[in-house]
């Protein structure tokens, strides 16, 4: 008899331990996701980051802040330095309308492919130009979304949580305005990262940004700022 307590004993016991390890190896992994990189974001709150890229330029983003500042929404501009040294007052503007500003890099090079002295180089070049314009930023989006476990590494030495999008708008392929609205309405979810763009024209983005924000409006969403969006994570999900 007591031999056979001993041994339930000790399989509940194993079982117990097993069971923590696993909870601690996942909360782990969340906990490692989420400072690595972000794609979107665990939360059972109806909130979307509305994320913007490669601008500014002279056209395509006033266009897109007029629209942002009708709906009263707030977004994250992921900005290229070089544009920034050619627009500084579209920069200036877009921060004083609120906005976030974040990093795009330098220029538009896909800086995996480049040396790590090259990519720190980027980071350091935007940021001279950036910081006369607005805070410091604390998210990274790397060009076309190229990245590895260096990249990862020198944007956190850098200052920089590096974040990548959940639903892509295609946006800058130029296509019609409705297929830039479905292909964000098709794939929202809670805690997601929209991935539109400003850095050329002419783009359907304006005036898509225009009917996806009454539509997910309509649906209960607040759209939100990276910043805002990470005060939504919740670790249980």
């Given at each position: ?137 604390s998210f990274f989006r790397p060009p076309d ?93």
């Amino acid at each position: 008899m007591h031999s056979l307590l001993r041994r339930s004993f000790f399989s509940l016991t194993v079982l117990a331990v097993g069971l923590v390890c696993s909870l601690m190896y996942e909360a782990t992994m969340v906990f490692d996701d989420k400072s690595r990189v972000i794609k979107s974001i665990p939360t059972t709150h109806k909130v979307i980051a509305l994320t913007i890229d490669d601008g500014p330029h002279y056209k395509t983003t006033p266009e897109l802040l007029a629209v942002l500042r009708e709906k009263q929404v707030k977004a994250t501009f992921f900005v290229l330095g070089a544009n920034a040294e050619a627009h500084p007052e579209i920069v200036t503007q877009t921060v004083a309308d609120g906005h976030e500003i974040a990093s795009h890099a330098y220029s538009h090079k896909r800086i995996n492919k480049l040396m790590p002295a090259e990519v720190v180089a980027e980071f350091k070049r935007f940021e001279s130009i950036i910081e006369r314009l607005a805070p410091k930023p604390s998210f990274f989006r790397p060009p076309d979304g190229a990245y590895n476990d260096e990249i990862v590494a020198l944007a956190r030495e850098c200052g920089y949580t590096t974040v990548l999008w959940s639903i892509d708008a295609g946006d800058w392929r130029r296509p019609p305005v409705e297929q830039v609205v479905r292909a964000v309405l098709d794939n929202v979810k809670p805690g997601g990262i929209i991935l539109m763009h400003d850095g050329q024209y002419p783009l359907p983005t304006a005036q898509a940004a225009a009917i996806i924000i009454d539509k997910l409006h309509s649906q209960g969403y607040q759209l939100v700022t990276m910043s805002e969006l990470m005060q939504y994570y919740e670790e249980s999900q």
